[in-house]
């Protein structure tokens, strides 16, 4: 049930981001935002249909946070692979944007998909204006200073830094720069409805941190053909990981768990959030 | 009466801007955010205070576009003074963000910068619910690829044209970016009020444009030192100005008479709009 429900919400983002797009016309920035936007799992964009689904909200209502949540991501991926950043020439097993473009390119399509994400987390498709503000507001707070940028300073102060990453101090990077915005696309459905976001904000933290175990783990065992990016960069670049820090089987065993409380989260729901439940166990055990 | 309520204007904002981001602590990032975001003429913040005031809506609610939409400048600033993009060292008369930090510092706080007027936008203080709705989507069109990002991809697309830019063309970019942000910032105090746009709309694209054919002037005729940074440079990167096309006198000229015809445009608020009125005229007049 899972992976066909992941592959319909990548087909329906693709599409609507597509649409949203059609607008723009063909300047290079614009082909560089929909070439950053492309492909990926768009596990972010079946957890905000998801939790919709859970709430009763209609696909074509959770669509526009979905795509919002995957134009958000997108950013922040282009804007990563930046020279300055983490200099990455291969994204998804293709040129980064900067490579196919050049970096003025990729800085101005990053910051247009950024602006691109809160035009569909505000649009009138959201549903009444209560939860177009809310969503707006959270992703506004998921996405900066206190959350994605957080996390993303915190990685670079850590690089200079004298004394390695402790794991709470590596816990705390992961929250802001993967977890904040898994957590805002999980409570996108229960927002969507107005109904309380307690539950799936726990399931997304246990999500997202067994998420970056994974990525940690991947980077030492995994295969840059499946992963479509450089393998052992972390290990070579003497960074703090959850691997480096846990050892591979402790780290296994601690994303294992966190699934568990992950899944545990979602009891309100009973069965009905079994695809979430599923979601979870994916992001483990995943090549890629 | 216009200079002294930009100078109030300008230490609102200043103040607000602070208070917003105590909370985000010390992190380099966010000490560039603060940097970045300091100073300037704060006349995008004027407008918004402005446009409020002619709505009868309390400063206490317009201070948060107010703030909002300083961010979005500052975080195009931040971006716009990079060295893959217009590679200055020098802003308002200090060292740019990556100068005092580096690249990818000023990438993030640039991106933080941007998430942060969102949230500003589509903060509770705004007001009721639809209000902070219309605030966040339309502030998102003005700042992205259909709007200032546009802005600054037709100025890209023009460095390396085999064709000059016509005064359609530069028009035509500068109504993205610049335009955008003006325009929105004077609509805001109407958006506030749930009232029409359309003559706070007219008046800011006529501003706008006279702005940018001030900025080419003093491109021009300015004196580095009371402007803050470099002058000549775009006669001296060969760059199509609304100078090299229509000529000093005229531009001077074409530059009037778009501040007359925005004056105009605030017809319907009598003589309330007088510091409007004289925010147009000094937008022209100015030395920096």
Redesign the interface.
Known sequence: MFSQRLSEAAAAVEAHLALV?E??GT????EA?RYGARGGKRLRAFLVLESARLHSVEAARAIWPAAAIEAMHA?SLV?DD?P??DDDDLRRGLPTVHIAW????A??A???L???A??L????GCG???V???L??S???A?????M??G???D??AETAVEPLTLAGITELQAGKTGALFEWSACAGARLAGADIAPLSAYAQGLGLAFQIADDILDVEGDAAKTGKAVGKDAAAGKATFVSLLGLDAARRRARDLVESACAALDPYGKRAESLREAARFVIAREH
């Open positions: 797009m607008g723009y300047l290079p920035v614009v935002m950013y804007h930046l300055c950043m050049d970096e003025a390119t800085v101005l990053g910051d247009a950024q602006a691109l809160f035009e987390a505000a649009h009138p009444p204006p209560e177009r503000a809310e707006a507001l992703l506004a707070r996405a900066g200073a206190g959350g940028v957080r993303q300073a915190l670079m102060a």
